[in-house]
């Protein structure tokens, strides 16, 4: 088919765009051969008219279809092109949040610039053994890749991470090697994947640093090589690092910093290990402040120093080299703060006392002088002589910052030197993984030296990855056996040799530095002359004699000359290295320079202007040796590691990683197209791109090409050879056989070839639908109208038979309604006739009477106006009279003041005037004479005036005194005048007081008539009202006792739920503990393999050395020292001295730490144990106390509530009696006197109604008790849960709210509270008595078991008494209790005490007795043995060595054991002798199959023999042989496992048998709760001399052990056969087809002959639960592991599904539930529904539901939230960026439907883990499961040879 054909209508295309890059549009004309242009419509729906090329008439390129885009393989598209590339990368970058895409063998990752939790131990666990291909592009696949590659083919690898600064590449390389320490692990206990991690923050800290692109760029390239050992584990790393940018120590741009380490000191200069540093903030240094951004947000340098400092800990860097390594940072610190200033234009110098050279001179150990000497300084040397040459200030600058350059240069490569040092072990390397972090291609709008090296190296990359790419290419053709035809791509092979080529730049660069007077102009000018005109690569810019143009395979960069000599050069004051060489007090600046060349610029000498200023002494001729030496240059230095660098690439095998960066911004998920392209462009992705596009891109498999275009093939084009139908059905849908070819394995496409079948395969999909929608339509319309037709036939047929039925009636109730109407129309009109005219009557009387009660009251009313007139009237006038009088005397004063002011006006006038000064002035003099004789006389007047005064002041005196007497006498009168008017006035009060009472008596009286008259009324009405009160409240008393009944049920309810919820809680904590209890037992049996291990080893290692010496067996000893007695002990503590004899040497730290860690794990085990024991009691308590609390609180209740009712109804009768009574008295007297306020009646209703009211607030207050009693019963629940504290229901609210007025609901709410504060009372008393009581009970547990222990004691001291002594011990103790006993009570009650003596008197009687009889039955007993003794003595039978006769019983008691039994009653145990316990170890555990046992045998056949065995030596009383037998049992069972732990038959054989020996041992252990299920013969075979409850605990664990080890094993099993058989395998056939893939293909995309199904699955399930049946695995042991096993398929399954976007789909829904309902369906079949496994497949089937869901809609979104209960809002979030659509028919999920299900789900409370734990084991019980089997009825088989057993 020709390319033009596919430019038809509604084609969409992409067209250049200035903005976007690439934009999309669609055709809305077809294209004919030699249009000139295309008429195109753009998707905001604008169109337009794009012109084609005139010259090349180049199409646009063509859009993919939708189901391609967002592929995971961008090679799986089928246009490719790089406006496809670019949208598929944005679709997956900002639609679905996916970073990683493939394309090819490239893996391109884009910066999210967000945290993102997709790095955790569980996605390397789920990456780890994939095959690339099988899972969603990620780095952890390429490592993953890169590890299996190393594994498999014997090969290093390489992974090459490159891009731009910002781009993530330190973060790659970073997780990379995280993942290569997580999966592969260390072969020693070193650590080594810890300390390659630890190596990260460390170069971290000295060689990144904040740029205005990245905020931890990394300013050199590194090349670390993971090296590995033959098992592939890490056994060390080695680094290399490139070209460091030195230049950032001493200048930093606009928003960037230094090196990170320099602010995190300066963050930390407050700690006290720094203040000998001198630091301070960032701020005050040259060095830190010039790119005016010190802080870096979100990152706290004092915390980053801690981190770093760790890890030069963890690799060994000391804290004495810490120490050294900063004080040289700080030292550069410093010196950037040496001010040098201009002594005069060719000199400069440093003032005096520099604070900052002061500390700089301290911290590394140099005088001041001399350094302050050389920075102003320089030697220059001739043949002859030495000058030293005065420097310019700004020279002097310059060398200042070289030496910082040069020393913090000095430094890095120290500390890398150092870091390989801490990485290199002694183990041989087998194979190394590289991981190459370096600079991506570089340009910016000044380009200096550093960017020509990076681009320089990056043109070494380019090609060596185009060689990769051609290389791959050519093998897969000539594998498919492809005609191989030559692809042209772009070869950079000239631009590197315009670079490094002989007279290439960098040679001549080094020439110019070679030159004395070299310079960058003269180089420049060499490079014009040598390259312009010859080759094409090289330009000249137009406006510059100062740069170059170099055509780089990414793009055109302009170079500037400036600085290239000096920066190739990299020179430094060699006098300068010399005064910090002859540091004393530093060692570690010595050590840094050691290596220092002599040397330190090509010619000895850096030209400078200035004169010679002395001289100096003669050179010797080292020196003049030393100065024709050269060092290299740094090009030619960075030339020869990058040649290195390609050598150790091209003998690996490169896995590439680029690294893009979205944005510019560090904006999160924002993507730049431009840039996105730009670096495309520059990282060789496009070029991969265009080398596939240039043969056959599209590569499919016979069997994936027959699955997915079936539908294209007819049924007789189908054969059997699916290679044959293949070739026959594309020659007939693709007619250019250029456009494909045929491989051995698969089927090569032309670039557009899969589109174009894609096209055809949905327009065959499409008219198939609408055929089956055309088909079913007409069936359902069809069906609908049938169904509709015969609906109404049928309701037609109904209805017209209840018409005629309602019309019959209709009629017949006409005639009836017509006669009952004549009857009752009579009727009510003669009843309204009588109502009206009795109306008319009332209504003429009572308005009669009511118009003459008017006319009276408008008299009485007429009058009394007339008297308030007459008072009024008299009123106002007095009151207008009073204004009058008022006003005029106010204008009066008003007149009178108007005049006062006027006079004051003129007198005020009058003093002012002159005339009248005049006229006062007149006579003055005069009158001031007079004046003088006035005041004489009057003087002379003053002195006879004053003696007159004296006289009468003494006369005064004495007439005071007089009316003194006459005024007490006055008063006296006046009291008694006042009293007598007070006594008059009160008198006129109380008359007053008279005439008011007689006054209110008269209108009282008349009152009192009024009422009399209508009380009657009332009293009816108050009767009546009292009647519907009186049914009010039984209704109410109705209401309150359903109320109560539905409380009493909703407690019982809550009750119930409330202890359901908390056993369930218990429940949980109890699982918790057990988990935790048993993942200890898990890291217990690790530690304890490899203490094995390591002895196996160490006895190797000694065998060697000591060929004689024979190692015993380690689980021996290992299990010795946990499960015995002391005596074995001993035992160990000797064969530990003998493996310390072997082990010295080996590693002693290792040996103590791990048995130190065997200890604390006992220890925790124990602590562990106790708790879940302790739980177990708290539960068992908790659920007493809450039953006993139930019923007591319920009791009470009821009780209370019938007694209440009772009460009620009695008053009820004694209310309805009051009011007959009532009725009769009123009855009873009809006279008109009888109302009267003195008459019977009245007092009897009085009564009646005083009654009444007070019954009233009798029941009110009941109703108040009655609802408080609710309120306490709810709040009871409320202290139950202790949630809340008491509140007011709302039952009592709204009951409340019914009460009338304001006092009842006072009332009420006072009785509420009362209530509330008794009930609370009552509680608290309930409590302290409840604790008090459990505290005695405490208290007596205490002491019974202290009595316990004493009588254990005892007993034990009395067995070791002959029988004699033993009785008399017994009653001297028996006595001794009954004593204390009887003290104790005299104590407490003297009564008591009496009672006591009687029962101990009765009690020592009755001790007596027993006494005697013990000694007859003693004799008799004594007189038996002497006969049965004689017996033996004849028939020879005692002198047989090693065994007891009954004789020697008797004359040696110490061994109370021995007491004679009749042998012949015990059974169902065999014996065997102490050498023979090897042998039944080896037989019956260590060398017996299971196969035949578990078919031929009975279960558990080996759990019964040993127990049998156990019994006898039991019976023995043998401490030693029942120790011996269990250590050995256990040691056994474990060795066998560990040999053979990989065998599930193997592991459940000794899973079921160790169950049943753990159910024997308690069965038979004599303990009651054990022995409810035993027969009388089976509780006589009860273990009757020791209590095995400690191994039995030890056994209890080895059964964990055995089972986790099962669950591994069965792992194993299952783990390979469930993503097959789950997800890929197709059990619904065609329901699925498989989408194009790309250059990685899926291992099991389709399913092969080989491959597993969900057959297999279940076949294995099979597998495994027949073998346990058949082993006599316990019921709920089975139940618990089939719900391990499907735990672990639902969570492989799940996780898969998260991790895999071709799997999200409808279809592989649907695929899902189908192969979940089979599990079911199994579980059904075997009978384990309710063993709790269904649940574990939860999150898998909601996931599964999920896919098949509705996704458009908020209620679609609503249901999603409600539905996805199991899953996490992650994984539902992941599912649905995941979702891919297989057809076109399916939708794509919005990014907006995904965004409402975050809203809706962000308050969920939940772990933001993503995929689910599959090392997740749950807590294994083992429940009781006695057994029926006799052990006196089990033979032993032959089989066994078991021989040497005799059953007793």
Known sequence: ??????????????????????????????????????????????????????????????????????????????????????????????????????????????????????????????????????????????????????????????????????????????????????????????????????????????????????????????????????????????????????????????????????????????????????????????????????????????????STRNAFSLLGINESYQKGLFQVLAAILHLGNVEIKDRDSDSSIIPPNNRHLTAFCELVGVTYQDMSQWLCHRKLKTATETYIKPLPRLQATNARDALSKHIYAKLFNWIVEHVNKALITNVKQHSFIGVLDIYGFETFEINSFEQFCINYANEKLQQQFNMHVFKLEQEEYMKEQIPWTLIDFYDNQPCINLIEAKMGILDLLDEECRMPRGSDDSWAQKLYNTHLKTCSLFEKPRMSNRAFIIQHFADKVEYQCDGFLEKNKDTVNEEQINVLKASKKFDLLVELFQDEEKATSPTGQVPGTGGRTRLSVKPEKSRETSSREHKKTVGCQFRNSLQMLMDTLNATTPHYVRCIKPNDFKLAFSFDPKRAVQQLRACGVLETIRISAAGFPSRWTYQEFFSRYRVLMKQKDVLPDKKLTCRNVLEKLVQDQDKYQFGKTKIFFRAGQVAYLEKLRADKLRAACIRIQKTIRCWLARKKYLRKRNAAITIQRFTRGYQARCLAKFLRRTQAATIIQKYQRMCVEKKRYRQKQAAALAMQTILRAYMARQKYQALLREHKAVIIQKHVRGWLARCWYKRCLVSLVYLQCCFRRMKARRELKKLKIEARSVEHFKKLNKGMENKIMQLQRKIDEQNKDNRLISDRLAGLETSYTAESERMRGELGRLRGVEEDAKNKGNQVNSLLEELEKLRKELSATQQEKKTIEDWAQTYRDEMEKMVSELKDQNGSLKKEKDDLNRSIQEQSQQMTEKMARLIAEETQQLETDLNEERSRYQNLLTEHLRLEEKYDDLKEEMALSSNVSKPGHRRTDSTHSSNESEYTYNSEYAELEEGSRAAEDVTRGIDTPLTLKLQKRLTELEQEKQSLRNELENKEEQFQRARARDDAEFKKARGAELEYESLKRQELESENKKLRHDLAEMRQSLLGHPATGAGAPGSPAYKVLLDQLNASCEELEVRKEEVLILRSQLVSQKEAMQHKDEKETMTEPSVYVEDVSKLKDADEIKQAYIGLKDTNRLLEHQLQTQRRSYDNEVEALRGELQNVKEENNRQQQLLAQNLQLPPEARIEASLQHEITRLTNENLELLADDPTASREARVIILRRMVDLMEQLEKQDRTIRKLKKQLKVYSKRIGEMGAGQAEGQTSPGQMVDEPIHPVNIPRREKDFQGMLEYKKEDELKLVKNLILELKPRGVAVNLIPGLPAYILFMCLRHADYLNDDQKVRTLLTSTINSIKKILKKRGDDFETVSFWLSNTCRFLHCLKQYSGDPAFMKHNSQRQNEHSLSNFDLAEYRQVISDLAIQIYQQLIKCMENILQPMIVSGMLEHETIQGVSGVKPTGLRKRTSSIADEGTDTLDSILRQLSAFHSTMCQHGTDPELIKQVVKQQFYIIGAVTLNNLLLRKDMCSWSKGMQIRYNVSQLEEWLRDKGLMTCGAKETLEPLIQAAQLLQVKKKTDEDAEAICSMCLALTTAQIVKVLNLYTPVNEFEERVSVAFIRTIQTRLRDRCETPQLLMDTKMIYPVTFPFNPSSLALETIQIPTSLNLGFLTRV
């Not at 910002?166 to 260390?186: C, D, I, P």
């Not at 033959?230 to 290399?240: E, P």
Request: hydrophobic fraction near 35%; charged fraction near 25%; glycine fraction near 6%.
């Open 1 to 306: 088919m020709a390319a033009s054909e596919l430019y038809t209508k509604c084609a969409r295309v992409w067209i250049p765009d200035v903005e976007e890059v690439w934009k999309s549009a669609e055709l809305i004309k077809d294209y004919k051969n030699g249009d000139a242009s295309l008429q195109l419509m753009l998707e905001d729906g604008t169109n337009i008219d794009h012109k084609l090329d005139p010259k090349t008439k180049n199409l646009p390129y063509l859009r993919n279809p939708d189901i391609l885009v967002g592929e995971n393989d961008l090679t799986a598209l089928s246009y490719l092109h790089e406006p496809a590339v670019l949208h598929n990368l944005k679709v997956r970058f900002i639609d679905s949040k996916l970073i990683y895409t493939y394309c090819g063998i490239v893996l391109v990752a884009i910066n999210p610039y967000e945290t993102l939790p997709i790095y955790g131990t569980d996605i390397i666990n789920a990456y780890s053994g994939q095959n690339m291909g099988d899972m969603d592009p990620h780095i952890f696949a390429v490592a993953e890749e890169a590890y299996k590659q190393m594994a498999r083919d014997e090969r290093n690898q390489s992974i090459i991470v490159s891009g731009e600064s910002g781009a993530g590449k330190t973060v790659s390389a970073k997780y990379a090697m995280r993942y290569f320490a997580t999966v592969s692990g260390s072969a020693s206990e070193a650590n080594v994947e810890e300390k390659v991690l630890a190596s990260n923050p460390i170069m971290e800290a000295i060689g990144n640093a904040k740029t205005t692109r990245n905020d931890n760029s990394s300013r050199f390239g590194k090349y670390i090589e993971i090296g590995f050992d033959t098992r592939f584990r890490i056994i060390g790393a080695n680094m290399r690092t490139y070209l460091l940018e030195k230049s950032r120590v001493v200048f930093q741009a606009d928003e960037e910093r230094n090196y990170h380490i320099f602010y995190q000191l300066c963050a930390s200069s407050h700690l006290p290990e720094f203040k000998n540093l001198k630091l301070s903030s960032a701020n005050d240094f040259l060095y830190t402040r010039q790119g005016r951004s010190p802080v870096i947000d979100g990152v706290d340098d004092t915390k980053e120093l801690c």
